[in-house]
């Protein structure tokens, strides 16, 4: 059943017009009733009308689905739903409406990390996020959008960085060192995935330097060469050191991930 809104009418001319009444909740099947409420002598005399209610105007958007815990560019599994509701929280199927997600940080989510994707269309007053999926590595939540309704937040998950890609440096990159000494400043580099993430987990990454000019066969030794990953996205040659006639050098910094150059 559903509460009514309507009260007690007195009959005009043997009619009862029940202006205003209103069926509000769950929707269905329902079934009205009628009855005499006075004088005594009719009480026992009703009626009644089947009626099937269908939900109300849009107020609120909920969400089906929660994502999960993702790796970078790698489609939510299961797809995200969000539905469109009524008041009385039953699927609103019978409006137009287009949600679209925002990816926001988990702890302050008035920072958006990823607004690109664009809206969807309900269907049946259901969106399903079929292969979303975002570059940007967090801790973070989504935010649903749609016109005219008020946002709302996901619950929160992780998107983990993608595979080591390359190097980025992390220092100012040294432009005069003195023969037989520790390179200054120390060459450091941030392993980063395709979309720039920082690679903190997963199989080490090994960096070797090497001099890539011409005038290589000057050069008398190269010492702390060789350097890998350790828990960490970062890789120091902080003992790097080049034996050499004095002139200008170039060097060339090689990384590989499970045997594989990067």
Same mark, same amino acid.
């Given at each position: 059943?559903?509460?009514?809104?309507? $009260?007690?009418?007195?009959?005009?001319?043997?009619?009862?017009?029940?202006?205003?009444?209103?069926?509000? $909740?769950?929707?269905?099947?329902?079934?009205?009733?009628?009855?005499?409420?006075?004088?005594?002598?009719?009480?026992?005399?009703?009626?009644?009308?089947?009626?099937?209610?269908?939900?109300?105007?849009?107020?609120?958007?909920?969400?089906?689905?929660?994502?999960?815990?993702?790796?970078?560019?790698?489609?939510?599994?299961?797809?995200?739903?969000?539905? !469109?509701?009524?008041?009385?929280?039953?699927? !609103?199927?019978?409006?137009?409406?287009?949600?679209?997600?925002?990816?926001?940080?988990?702890?302050?989510?008035?920072?958006?990390?990823?607004?690109?994707?664009?809206?969807?269309?309900?269907?049946?007053?259901?969106?399903?996020?079929?292969?979303?999926?975002?570059?940007?590595?967090?801790?973070?939540?989504?935010?649903?959008?749609?016109?005219?309704?008020?946002?709302?937040?996901?619950?929160?998950?992780?998107?983990?960085?993608?595979?080591?890609?390359?190097?980025?440096?992390?220092?100012?990159?040294?432009?005069?060192?003195?023969?037989?000494?520790?390179?200054?400043?120390?060459?450091?580099?941030?392993?980063?995935?395709?979309?720039?993430?920082?690679?903190?987990?997963?199989?080490?990454?090994?960096?070797?330097?090497?001099?890539?000019?011409?005038?290589?066969?000057?050069?008398?030794?190269?010492?702390?060469?060789?350097?890998?990953?350790?828990?960490?996205?970062?890789?120091?040659?902080?003992?790097?050191?080049?034996?050499?006639?004095?002139?200008?050098?170039?060097?060339?910094?090689?990384?590989?991930?499970?045997?594989?150059?990067?």
């Amino acid at each position: 059943s559903a509460p009514l809104t309507a $009260g007690n009418r007195r009959a005009n001319a043997g009619e009862v017009s029940f202006t205003g009444l209103k069926l509000e $909740g769950l929707k269905g099947a329902h079934t009205l009733t009628f009855t005499v409420a006075e004088p005594s002598a009719f009480t026992a005399l009703s009626d009644t009308q089947a009626l099937e209610l269908t939900p109300g105007t849009a107020t609120n958007l909920n969400v089906v689905q929660q994502p999960t815990d993702s790796i970078a560019n790698i489609a939510f599994s299961p797809v995200v739903s969000v539905e !469109v509701r009524d008041a009385w929280n039953n699927r !609103v199927t019978q409006d137009a409406a287009a949600i679209k997600p925002v990816l926001v940080d988990a702890v302050t989510v008035a920072t958006e990390l990823d607004s690109s994707k664009s809206a969807v269309a309900t269907n049946e007053g259901l969106v399903t996020f079929t292969g979303l999926s975002f570059t940007k590595a967090a801790a973070a939540k989504l935010r649903f959008d749609a016109t005219g309704l008020t946002s709302i937040y996901s619950s929160q998950f992780t998107i983990t960085h993608g595979e080591a890609h390359h190097l980025a440096w992390t220092t100012i990159e040294p432009t005069t060192v003195r023969s037989g000494f520790v390179i200054q400043p120390t060459p450091i580099f941030a392993v980063r995935d395709q979309w720039n993430n920082p690679v903190t987990t997963g199989p080490a990454t090994t960096v070797t330097a090497s001099v890539s000019s011409a005038n290589f066969g000057d050069v008398v030794s190269i010492a702390g060469a060789t350097e890998s990953t350790s828990g960490t996205e970062s890789i120091t040659f902080d003992e790097l050191a080049l034996t050499a006639k004095a002139a200008n050098y170039k060097l060339r910094f090689t990384a590989a991930n499970s045997g594989k150059a990067i």
